[in-house]
């Protein structure tokens, strides 16, 4: 059972509130599901109230952060543990790239349980590896990414049902600190605790984040940031890389990407 986020989720809570864009386009693309099994639940993000819930999260200190009256069940993504059919839908949400290298099995487990619905919130690397954070300062992030999450159209692949890829841009304002939200904001690379809520910063070798802050640090104080990415500052929200993908038993033919 992994057990990454017993390590690196401490605070995880305080930084990582739900973001109610991506909460609102999660609940519309699990349409009338009543019954949701969430992989990889965490501290409880992204779960429709209205619902019936089930959280599956492996990590104890995650489960920790959770509401008491939505409790999790221990488990782990390459072994769901729901009986086959049991949810009309599944959804997992910013957790697929820690399966790796188990991913496929963990999204077969999705269509193994869920009737009918199964939502995949994720990063298209490609996208991301382009925000200046990765593509000019924090290189070992964009390869990591490359290795551990599949591009959106291998998931289509992989899902046993029509899908769609959608692209959720993500706001300036939104309240899930999560690396993506750097694209707005490089000063949360100087700050410990913005940097500790993101797996990205969280897995890398201090050698390397001194690095990085080093010379995010010097490029503010002389303006260089502001010359590469000035125009990043008058955006309200970018594309780096958030995907939702959507998959039904009923989607037939009218499968589409759409922004
Ligand atoms: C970035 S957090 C996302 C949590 C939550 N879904 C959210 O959006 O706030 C990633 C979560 O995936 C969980 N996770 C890691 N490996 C997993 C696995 N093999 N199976 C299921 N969940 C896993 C972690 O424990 C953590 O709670």
């Not at 409790?71 to 769901?80: C, E, F, M, Q």
């Not at 993506?180 to 050698?207: I, K, N, Y």
């Not at 502001?226 to 009923?250: F, I, K, M, P, T």
């Amino acid at each position: 059972m992994s057990a990454r986020y017993d390590a690196i989720g401490e605070g995880y809570a305080s930084r990582r509130v739900e973001d109610p864009t991506l909460a609102a386009r999660i609940a519309a693309a699990l349409g009338d599901a009543r019954t949701i099994c969430n992989v990889g639940a965490g501290t409880g993000n992204y779960e429709p109230r209205d619902r019936t819930v089930l959280a599956v999260e492996p990590s104890e200190v995650m489960n920790a952060q959770r509401p008491a009256d939505r409790p999790a069940i221990r488990g782990s993504a390459d072994a769901l543990p729901l009986f086959d059919a049991s949810v009309d839908a599944c959804m997992t949400v910013l957790s697929l790239h820690h399966w790796h290298p188990h991913a496929a099995r963990g999204v077969a487990e999705m269509c193994r349980v869920a009737r009918d619905t199964v939502v995949i919130a994720t990063i298209d690397p490609r996208v991301c590896g382009r925000m200046w954070l990765l593509r000019d300062y924090l290189h070992e992030v964009r390869e990591m990414d490359d290795r551990i999450f599949p591009v959106p159209e291998v998931l289509v692949g992989w899902l046993d049902r029509p899908a769609r890829i959608e692209v959720v841009p993500v706001r300036r304002d939104t309240p899930d600190a999560s690396l993506m939200s750097f694209w707005a904001h490089p000063e949360r690379v100087l700050d410990p605790v913005a940097r500790a809520a993101t797996s990205g910063f969280a897995r890398q070798p201090a050698d390397v984040v001194e690095r990085v802050v080093a010379a995010v640090r010097e490029d503010l104080a002389s303006g260089a940031w502001d010359a590469r990415n000035g125009e990043l500052r008058a955006l309200e929200s970018y594309d780096a890389g958030l995907r939702l993908v959507v998959a039904h038993r009923d989607q037939g033919e009218s499968a589409t990407s759409r922004s």
